[in-house]
């Protein structure tokens, strides 16, 4: 199985905006499946989102990087990309949109979100700290989803039509996604195991 099938990067056709020869500098991808896939790994989805953007843009220009540990490290190299989108996106004539407090916001809550699941793991009981860390996963998707739209009109793919389609391997993380996601709303409600099973039977 190659990197290419697991979350469906896009296809060798060119859409009517794009011409024979052109090069995607970045991911393109429609800002709802970004934000789907996102929620559906619970916050795993950037890893592979940095990694293709670093590998698309090494092909492009052919930049000494290394995709993988960019990707893998992607709190020390999130300005360094949001910077050369916008950069891009400047050069295109496309409105300044502030990679830099975008960059910051979503390190910063990255960080935070770290800390407070390395905290929560030493409580049984879910509080506080475990509310915070769910609100704030639910936040990141948003710096992402800003720069994913930025992404697409650089790419002269405003809609993210060049991988809009969800592959089997998406729809894979998406169920299991949602079955994740039920689990935790449970634990989150305050119900017991027994009580879940008493209502099912």
Known sequence: MTEENIYSTPKAELTDSHSAGSEIEFFPSTQTKLAILYFATFGMYPIYWFYKNWKLRQKAYGENVIP?????????????????????????????????????????????????????????????????????????????????????KVNNDPKGELNSSYSIYNYIFIVIGVLIWMLVLVGFSGLEPEYISELIN
Do not use: C
Not at 91 to 98: L, N, V
Not at 130 to 141: K, N
């Open 68 to 152: 993988f540990l960019r990707a893998l490290f992607f709190v020390f190299f999130t300005h360094s990309l949001f910077k050369k989108i916008e950069e891009t996106s400047t050069a295109k004539g496309i409105a300044t949109w502030g990679a830099t407090t975008l960059a910051t916001v979503f390190v910063l809550l990255t960080v935070i979100s770290n800390i407070l699941e390395k905290i929560s793991q030493k409580s049984e009981e879910i509080g506080a700290i475990d509310y915070t860390g769910m609100i704030i996963l639910v936040v990141l998707v948003w710096p992402l989803y800003v720069v994913q739209g930025v992404v697409n």
